[in-house]
């Protein structure tokens, strides 16, 4: 098997943000109709730590900061709102975002083609 050489699509540059998939779009959407918060955003974030080296943070925000990347992203709840601040963006451009709900897990799961490692925890990467 051969290495894929070929130019990345616009997607995963670190303007264009992260990618919410339906999936996790509606989880989102969910959750903020369980709390009753139609003003805030889903903030993913990238911070020192983990055993890779950095980790995710994902967690509901309603603030706005200088120089964050907002998209938002239809459900059938309505609109949510992911945001990225302009640090983390380069660590995030092009990762997608899904929801997972099966036996063996549930949760939020990242792929990040920006990742050169990850641990096993899968919480972390480098």
């Known amino acids: 098997m051969t290495a894929d050489t070929s ?23 969910a959750l903020l109709e369980q709390e009753g918060r139609t003003d805030l955003s889903l903030r993913v974030a990238v911070q020192p730590g983990g055993c890779s080296g950095l980790r995710y943070q994902l967690f509901f925000d309603d ?26 963006a380069p660590y995030l451009g092009g990762a997608t975002i899904d929801f997972v709900d099966s036996i063996e ?8 083609p920006n990742a050169g490692g990850s641990c096993a925890c899968g919480d972390s990467f480098s």
């Open 63 to 88: 603030r706005s900061l200088d120089g964050d990347i907002v998209k938002e992203f239809g459900t059938d709840l309505g609109a949510v709102k992911v945001v990225t601040d302009r640090m983390s």
């Open 7 to 29: 130019v990345q699509p616009e997607a995963a540059t670190p303007a264009s943000g992260v990618i919410l998939t339906g999936t996790a779009a509606s989880k989102v959407a």
């Open 105 to 112: 897990k549930q949760g939020f799961t990242i792929d990040n």
